[in-house]
Nanobody, 126 residues
Framework: VQLVESGGGLVQAGDSLRVSCAAS????????MAWFRQAPGKEREFVAAISRSAIMTTYAPSVKGRFTISRDNAKNTVYLQMITLKPEDTAVYYC????????????????????WGHGTQVTVSS
């Protein structure tokens, strides 16, 4: 599966932004999906994940209540809606796919995600 992120950009603190991840080559429905991010000079960190069934979602404490992950399997797309953005949210955002056999599971660590996009830059100015 190929993953392509889009929707990043430069926004001000307090603004909202939605980034998307379009999948091709395979049906998105067989994958648990996640968003990770990496800021300059920092390690990649987990942001949010959603199970194949979309029943289960999980978030990093730093974004819980501000970010929402969702998926549209018919459009083969996963979204990350971000509100009340902060300068510390500045990072390259990556989507990742795990060909999970479990419909209600999504992991918060980089393994076992096998497929990764190239990322989209989100910059939040103060």
């Amino acid at each position: 599966v190929q993953l392509v992120e889009s929707g990043g950009g430069l926004v001000q603190a307090g603004d909202s932004l939605r980034v998307s991840c379009a999948a091709s080559g395979r049906a998105l429905s067989v994958f648990a999906m996640a968003w990770f991010r990496q800021a300059p000079g920092k390690e990649r960190e987990f942001v949010a994940a959603i199970s194949r069934s979309a029943i289960m979602t999980t978030y990093a404490p730093s974004v819980k209540g501000r970010f929402t992950i969702s998926r549209d399997n018919a459009k083969n797309t996963v979204y990350l809606q971000m509100i009340t953005l902060k300068p510390e949210d500045t990072a390259v955002y990556y989507c990742a796919a795990d060909e999970s056999v479990l419909p209600n599971t999504a992991y918060t660590t980089a393994p076992p995600y096998d497929y990764w996009g190239h990322g989209t830059q989100v910059t939040v100015s103060s």
